[in-house]
């Protein structure tokens, strides 16, 4: 069973999201598929030179909402509201939510519901053009990194999960050197760009810090 196939259940699993397509989106995804091939994360989550860090934060936005999303998708008929009642990560670790308009006050949800609330918010998002603009030369607005740091802290949490309540599934689809990689990418470029508070990060501390030295 290939990581980038569907489970059973596709509720919370998304059609892939397009790069927005302002002036350096197309540009810019060419230059991660290049970095990406050439082995080094280290060097594909910094930003090119010259280029604007908001463009760069919107295109690997929308990389890692992916990324997420074929992850978990190959979970689904894992991860359901009988195995995983709760979205948690460990037992010290409990996810609630809320997306402050809707739900204001955090509520208590099964994992993938959790994971479904979280991929439609992120898309609604992702979908608003006022906040990921679409047209070129289109301004991002000043609030630009705080929505993408919201994304990144709650893409964590599913991470989080995953490694906590399903790497041994992960293990018996022999999926977990790329489930790695794309963890690795993802902390890399979180940590480049200061975009997690590292309390947030507590859940897989351990892990963090044996695949980033230093960190």
């Known amino acids: 069973m290939s990581l980038f196939g569907l489970g059973r259940n596709q509720r919370t699993f998304r059609p892939k999201k397009s790069a927005p397509s302002g ?6 995804r060419k230059h991660i598929d290049a970095t990406l091939g050439s082995g080094n994360l280290r060097e594909a989550v910094k930003l090119p030179t010259g280029e604007d860090l908001n463009e760069w934060l919107a295109v690997n936005t ?3 909402f992916n990324q997420v999303n074929l992850l978990y998708g190959t979970l689904t008929e894992f991860c359901t509201n009988e195995n995983c009642p709760t979205m948690t990560a460990g037992p010290k670790y409990e996810y609630r939510w ?3 308009e809707k739900i204001k006050k955090p509520i208590e949800v099964s994992a993938p519901r959790y994971v479904e609330l979280l991929m439609d918010w992120i898309e609604g998002q ?4 006022s906040i990921f603009p679409q047209k070129l030369g289109a301004p991002f607005p000043p609030n630009f990194k705080d929505v993408v740091k919201t994304i990144f802290k709650r893409l964590f949490r599913v991470y989080a999960h ?5 790497f041994q599934k992960i293990v018996s689809l022999k999926e977990e050197a790329h489930l790695n990689t794309c963890f690795k990418h993802f902390i890399l ?3 480049e760009f200061v975009l997690i508070d590292r309390k947030e990060l507590a859940p897989l501390q351990e892990l963090i810090e044996s695949i980033i ?3």
């Open 23 to 28: 002036s350096k989106g197309a540009q810019l």
């Open 98 to 100: 809320a997306d402050g």
């Open 62 to 64: 929308v990389d890692f």
């Open 189 to 191: 470029f979180t940590c």
């Open 162 to 166: 995953i490694y906590h309540s399903h």
């Open 213 to 215: 030295v230093p960190y």
């Open 126 to 129: 992702l979908d608003n053009e």
